[in-house]
């Protein structure tokens, strides 16, 4: 089975404040779909509407999924159904939820039964891939990693960080989830064409982490959670949507947000209308330069005069392609330092001359 066939993203491992910060203002979101998450977390800005665009049917299908059992579930039952909390009766909620499914949703669900019955949430492949890492990483130190997640002070966990992992063979582990043989074999994934030299994927990782262990409590990051304990669980950190405190305010705001299937180079044609914002995770890690500059012809041309976009970049930086995008350097900067993803150096900014404008 293709890679855009595949569930290879289910829970989350992308910050969405960070998005909620670089798009603040939109009104109209497009919002690439992967996991699901981040068009979640956009449903908690003031736009009107957020479109969830993938070209994987999978990943829709996902977000119906999660979509269904947000509106009929209270907030604990959530947590259950999706397995990011104990639960024996996940193939009944189901069956109660199916109807609501569209027809190509039910079925890949039908099919995908033992993943409903094991939880969705820590399904996909990444998920799965880092759930080994975890493991693979406290083999080696369990007794440190259990240290790190509890610590409260970051200059502390800075000092740890650089005496018990910078120069440990745990960079090795750390390293893992960026090597071309890892998303070409394991992951399958189109990205591992385009991954840099190991070397440099280990120097960018480590720089990373060390950066950002100086700078936030990892125990505050979900992202580290996958990283160090290979899921999560309901009393530790979780994305912003499937927060405790925000779940009224996303049940309320289900109606504001669509799923469509397609590509960004299909977006002139989708007759989906313009858009002033627009969250792109890292569609760059699957593209050559060519496929590249074709995603971001298709994003100016439905996109509304000074409309803000926030991209993700993993390790295939490309520069932007065209003069109109218009790259805000500082914020850039700055959510690239506070973004509790860690792997991801942020690209923020306005596209200045959309077709539309
Ligand atoms: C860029 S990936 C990153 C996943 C993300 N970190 C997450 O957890 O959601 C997000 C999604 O973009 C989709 N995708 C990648 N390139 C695309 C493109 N050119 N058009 C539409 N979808 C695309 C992939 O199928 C994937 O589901």
């Not at 910060?21 to 449903?43: E, K, N, Q, V, Y």
């Not at 259990?146 to 910078?166: P, T």
């Not at 304990?229 to 499937?242: F, I, K, M």
């Not at 500059?293 to 970049?313: H, M, P, Q, S, T």
Request: with cysteine; glycine share 8%; aromatic share 10%.
């Amino acid at each position: 089975m293709g890679f855009f066939q595949n569930l290879n993203f289910s829970s989350a491992n992308e910050d969405g404040n960070t998005e909620l910060s670089a798009l603040a203002g939109s009104r109209r979101i497009l919002c690439l779909t992967g996991s699901g998450t981040r068009p979640l977390d956009m449903l908690l800005s003031t736009a009107d509407e957020v479109v969830a665009l993938d070209i994987n049917p999978v990943q829709n299908a996902l977000l119906e999924l999660k979509i269904a059992a947000i509106r009929s579930l209270d907030y604990d039952n959530l947590l259950s159904f999706l397995g990011v909390a104990r639960s024996k009766s996940r193939l009944s909620i189901y069956q109660q939820l199916r109807p609501e499914l569209s027809p190509a949703a039910r079925d890949i669900w039908d099919r995908k039964r033992n993943m409903v019955r094991a939880g969705v949430w820590h399904a996909g492949k990444w998920e799965k891939l880092l759930l080994w890492n975890s493991r693979f990483l406290r083999l080696m130190r369990r007794r440190d990693i259990k240290q790190l997640m509890r610590i409260e002070n970051v200059e502390a966990q800075g000092r740890l960080w650089e005496e018990k992992f910078a120069s440990s063979k745990l960079q090795t582990a750390l390293e893992m989830i960026g090597r071309d043989w890892i998303w070409r074999w394991v992951m399958r994934e189109p990205a591992g064409e385009f991954l840099p030299p190991p070397q440099e994927v280990g120097a960018r990782l480590n720089s990373d982490f060390s950066r950002a262990a100086r700078t936030f409590l990892f125990k505050e990051s979900d992202f580290a959670l996958l990283i160090f304990n290979g899921r999560h669980d309901g009393d530790g950190a979780l994305p912003v949507h499937l927060r405790r405190e925000n779940y009224k305010m996303l049940k309320d705001r289900l109606e504001r947000l669509r799923i469509v299937e397609g590509g960004l180079v299909d977006l002139p044609n989708m007759a989906i209308g313009s858009f002033d914002g627009f969250s792109l995770s890292d569609f760059g890690s699957y593209s050559n330069w060519q496929a590249y500059e074709e995603c971001w012809k298709g994003i100016v041309a439905v996109a509304d005069l000074g409309a803000r976009f926030c991209e993700r970049i993993f390790m295939n930086d490309m520069p932007p392609p065209f003069e109109k995008i218009d790259v805000d350097k500082t914020l850039s900067e700055a959510l690239t330092v506070s973004d509790k993803a860690i792997i991801y150096r942020v690209r923020t900014g306005k596209i200045h001359c959309g077709d539309n404008g």
